[in-house]
C-alpha cells in the first residue's frame, strides 16, 4: 500500500522483527510483517448425511448471504433439500442460518405454523443484523405469515432467538406482478431497522419503485414490531427504477445507508433531463439521521473529492460497509482514485471517509481512497480485475478477490492494512495447500475473526465439487518469537596460583620485579626495600556451568566476569558458554590466592516448535439413553521436552470443534481449553502446566449409531492440529 494512502490506521511499530513467515506449506507469503494466517475449516452449507469437514456436499446450490459481526451466524439460500431434517423441503429455495459454534443448521423461510416446514415460494437475498438475532429476507411464499394475500414478493424479518416470522414490508391490496414487489433489503445491527427497494404501489410516499425505511421500534422502547409502533418511510429522491440505488447496504449503526447509482445526483428523478447518466456506477452514502436528501454523500471520490472518472459498467460485487460507515470497500476501473494506477482494470479499494477519526465524515481533505489489490511492495496487479468485496470493523481487513494467478492462483484473500500485507483464505487445512477458487461472493465477519465465501469447488474438502457451497475460513494469530531472550549461568571456579619473586637485596629498591642494589659503607652488605615486591604470574581456572533458558533451542553465549583472588588482588576473565560447557579463564593475580568466579551468560536462541498431543485418540461412549447424557475427557498435552540444547515454545490452544452424524450431532464441548498456554515438560515445570482437559458431552437424541470428530487446533497449526475420534449409540427410554 502506498505510504500516503494507509487509511489512517497505526503502522507498524518501528523497528519490529522483519522475519519473513511462510504461512502454509505450498501457500505464499505476501508481506514482510503478518501478524495472522487463514485457513479454510469447514463448509456452513452441510448436508445432513455428512460433516462439515468430510467430502459429503450437499445436493443443491448455496449462495451467500451475510455473516454476524463476532462469526459465530451465516445466513444462506439454498436450493438444496438435505441441509435439515425432518426434510419437508417442497422444491423451492430456502433461507438457512447457520450456527458455526453449535454446528447447527436451521430453516429461516419455514411455514407459520410448522417450524419444520418451508415457504411455499422461493425466499433469497438473506442478511442478519450484526448481533446474530434477526435475520431480513426477500420471500414469494405466501405461508410464512398467516394472511398474506398480495401474490408478490415481500420482505420478513426471522427472529433467531424463538424461530418467530413477522413481514416488515408488503402490503395486502391486490397488485400487479411484478410491479409491486418488493425485494434486496438489509438490516440494522440490533435488527430495528430495515431497507428495501420497493415497488408496492401502496405506499403512497413512493412514486413508482423507491427505497423504503422500516422502523420496527419508533419510540426507542426496545420492543419490536408492536401495533402502533411501526413506521414507513421513503428514504428522499431515492427512486429504485432503472437508473437508481442497486445493491443496498446498511452500516451496522443503522445510521448510513451505502447504495450504486448511474445518476450524477442520485437525489434527482431518474427521469430528469438536468441530470446526467453517463453509465458509469457511483458509490454514494445516506445519512438516515439527516432524514432528507441533503444526507446524500457521494463516497466513491478520490482525496480531493474528484469524483471517479473511467469508472465502467457496475462490477459483479457491491460496496461493502463497516459497522460504524467509515469504511466502505468497493471495486472500480477508475484510474484517478489514488495515483499510480495506470492498469486499466477493475481494481479494489478502501474508502477512509474520515482519516483524522474526527468522527465527522466526508469533510473535504479528510478522505482517502487506498488501493488493496496491490502486493506486499505496493505494486498495483495488471492483467486481470481484482474486487474488494468486503470489510471488517476497524477497517483493518479487507475481503479481496483476486483473479490474477501472482499470488498463487484466483481465489480469496486478505489484505492486512496495518502489516501491508495480502493472505491467501482458501488453505485447505487438511495439508495447507493453497486451492485456487472461483467465488461467488464474500463476507467477514465484523470482529474480523471469520470468512464465508462461496464457491463451486471440490478441491477444499474433497468432495465432488458439483455444486455451490458456503466454506468458512477463520483467523489464526502466528506464533510470537522474542527478538532476544536471554538466559543466565553461575560457575564457581577455585584456582590454586603460584607467584615467584626475583630480586638483590638492596639499601633501597623500587616495586618493580627488578630490583636495583645500592651498596652501603659496611663491610658485609645488608639489604633494605623501601616497597613491597611484586610479580606478575599467570593461571587456569576452569568450571562447569548448566544454564537453563526459555524458549530456546541452542545457545551460544559470551560473558565476562571478575574474580577475587585473595583479600587484596583482582583478576578478569573472559568465558564463552553452551548450554552445558567448560568455562575456561586466564587469571592474572598479584599474590598467592584463591577465589570464586560468577559468570552472567546472555543467549541469543533459536526457538523450536513445541509439540501437541492427545490421549486417548478415541472415546466410546458405549450406548447411552435417549436425552440423557455422558462425559468423558481428552488429555491434551505439550509433549515438547527441555533438553540439553534444546527448549520448545509453549503451545497455545486456539480452539476445540465437534462434528457429528447423523445430525443434530449428539456430541459437544463440555469444558474446553482454548486459550490455555501450555508448557514444555521438564523437572523444573508442574504437570499441571503442560496439560489441560477438554471434556466432550455425548447426549444422543434418536436409538441409532452415531460418529463424529473433535478437533483441537492450536496456534502452530496445522503441525499441531490433533483429532479425537468419536462414537456412541442410543437407546430408546423404557
Not at 507469503?29 to 456436499?57: C, H, K, L, M, Y
Not at 493453497?434 to 474438502?461: H, K, P
Not at 474433497?462 to 549461568?489: R, W
Not at 642494589?517 to 604470574?537: D, L, M, Q, V
Request: charged residues 15%.
Amino acid at each position: 500500500m502506498r505510504a500516503a494512502q494507509r487509511c489512517g490506521l497505526a503502522s507498524l511499530v518501528a523497528g519490529a522483527a522483519a522475519a519473513i513467515w511462510s504461512l502454509c506449506g505450498t501457500g505464499r507469503v505476501f508481506g514482510s510483517n503478518p501478524t495472522i494466517q487463514w485457513r479454510t475449516f469447514e463448509r456452513a452449507s452441510v448436508s445432513v448425511s455428512g460433516t462439515p469437514t468430510d467430502a459429503v456436499s450437499p445436493n443443491g446450490d448455496s449462495t451467500l448471504g451475510s455473516i454476524s459481526a463476532d462469526g459465530q451466524f451465516v445466513v444462506f439460500h439454498s436450493d438444496a433439500t438435505d441441509l435439515v431434517t425432518p426434510n419437508t423441503d417442497q422444491g423451492r429455495t430456502n433461507v438457512y442460518l447457520r450456527d458455526l459454534k453449535n454446528q447447527t443448521t436451521t430453516l429461516v423461510s419455514h411455514d407459520f405454523s410448522v417450524v419444520t416446514a418451508d415457504g411455499n415460494g422461493d425466499s433469497s437475498d438473506a442478511h442478519i443484523s450484526a448481533d446474530g438475532s434477526w435475520v431480513s429476507f426477500t420471500s414469494a411464499a405466501s405461508n410464512l405469515i398467516s394472511s398474506d394475500n398480495n401474490g408478490q414478493p415481500d420482505i420478513f424479518v426471522y427472529n433467531v432467538s424463538n424461530r418467530s416470522v413477522v413481514r416488515v414490508i408488503g402490503l395486502n391490496q391486490p397488485q400487479v406482478y411484478p410491479a409491486g414487489q418488493s425485494n434486496g433489503s438489509v438490516i440494522s445491527g440490533d435488527g430495528r431497522f430495515v431497507f428495501s427497494n420497493t415497488c408496492d404501489p401502496n405506499y403512497s410516499m413512493i412514486s413508482g419503485c423507491g427505497v423504503l425505511l422500516h422502523d420496527r421500534d419508533v419510540d426507542d422502547s426496545g420492543t419490536y414490531d408492536t401495533s402502533g409502533n411501526t413506521s414507513d418511510t421513503a428514504v428522499p429522491s431515492l427512486e429504485s427504477g432503472t437508473c437508481a440505488a442497486a445493491d443496498l447496504q446498511l452500516s451496522a449503526n443503522g445510521r448510513w445507508l451505502v447504495f450504486l447509482d448511474v445518476r450524477d445526483d442520485p437525489t434527482m428523478s431518474c427521469n430528469a433531463t438536468s441530470n446526467a447518466t453517463t453509465g458509469e456506477v457511483d458509490v454514494f452514502a445516506w445519512d438516515r439521521t439527516s432524514g432528507s436528501a441533503t444526507g446524500v454523500v457521494r463516497v466513491s471520490v478520490n482525496s480531493s473529492g474528484q469524483d471517479e472518472t473511467g469508472a465502467g459498467l457496475e462490477p459483479p460485487y457491491p460496496a461493502r460497509v463497516d459497522g460504524s460507515g467509515q469504511f466502505v470497500s468497493w471495486s472500480s476501473q477508475a484510474g484517478n482514485l489514488v495515483t499510480g494506477d495506470t492498469n486499466g482494470n477493475v481494481d479494489g479499494f478502501l474508502f477512509n471517509r474520515d482519516v483524522s477519526n474526527s468522527g465527522t465524515l466526508d469533510t473535504p481533505g479528510n478522505i482517502m481512497p487506498s488501493l488493496v489489490t496491490e502486493d506486499s511492495s505496493g505494486n498495483e496487479f495488471t492483467g486481470a480485475p481484482d474486487y474488494a468485496l468486503d470489510v471488517d470493523d476497524a477497517g483493518g481487513l479487507v475481503a479481496l478477490f483476486l483473479t490474477t494467478d501472482a499470488l498463487g492462483g484466483q481465489g480469496p484473500y486478505v489484505r492486512e492494512m496495518n502489516a501491508q500485507t495480502t493472505l491467501p483464505v482458501a488453505i485447505r487445512t487438511s495439508d495447507s495447500t493453497q486451492i485456487s477458487v472461483a467465488l461467488d461472493d464474500m463476507r467477514i465477519s465484523g470482529d474480523g475473526s471469520t470468512i464465508v465465501y462461496g464457491a463451486e469447488n471440490g478441491d477444499l474438502l474433497g468432495d465432488a465439487g458439483d455444486y455451490h457451497e458456503i466454506f468458512v475460513a477463520q483467523v489464526l494469530a502466528l506464533p510470537t518469537l522474542t527478538a532476544t531472550p536471554t538466559a543466565s549461568a553461575t560457575a564457581t571456579a577455585t584456582a590454586s596460583l603460584t607467584a615467584s619473586t626475583t630480586g638483590t637485596p638492596t639499601a633501597t629498591a623500587t616495586a618493580t620485579p627488578t630490583v636495583r642494589p645500592t651498596p652501603t659503607a659496611t663491610t658485609k652488605p645488608t639489604a633494605t626495600r623501601s616497597a613491597k615486591p611484586t610479580a606478575t604470574s599467570t593461571g587456569t581456572a576452569t568450571a562447569t556451568t548448566t544454564a537453563t533458558a526459555s524458549p530456546t533451542a541452542t545457545i551460544t553465549a559470551t560473558a565476562s566476569a571478575t574474580t577475587t583472588a585473595g583479600p587484596t588482588a583482582t583478576a578478569t576473565a573472559t568465558a564463552s558458554a553452551s548450554t552445558s560447557a567448560t568455562l575456561t579463564a586466564t587469571i592474572t593475580p598479584t599474590a598467592t590466592s584463591a577465589g570464586t568466579m560468577t559468570v552472567i551468560a546472555t543467549a541469543t536462541p533459536t526457538p523450536v516448535a513445541g509439540k501437541l498431543t492427545v490421549s486417548p485418540k478415541s472415546i466410546n461412549f458405549g450406548t447411552v439413553t435417549v436425552n440423557m447424557s455422558k462425559l468423558k475427557t481428552v488429555k491434551v498435552t505439550n509433549a515438547g521436552k527441555v533438553k540439553k540444547n534444546s527448549a520448545p515454545l509453549p503451545i497455545l490452544i486456539e480452539m476445540e470443534t465437534v462434528a457429528g452424524t447423523p445430525t443434530p450431532s449428539p456430541f459437544s464441548v463440555n469444558t474446553q481449553c482454548t486459550d490455555d498456554d501450555l508448557q514444555p515438560g521438564g523437572k523444573a515445570v508442574p504437570k499441571n502446566e503442560t496439560s489441560c482437559e477438554v471434556s466432550v458431552q455425548f447426549e444422543p437424541t434418536q436409538a441409532v449409531s452415531y460418529s463424529g470428530t473433535l478437533t483441537i487446533i492450536d496456534n502452530l497449526e496445522p503441525s499441531g492440529m490433533q483429532t479425537v475420534k468419536l462414537s456412541g449409540r442410543g437407546k430408546a427410554a423404557k
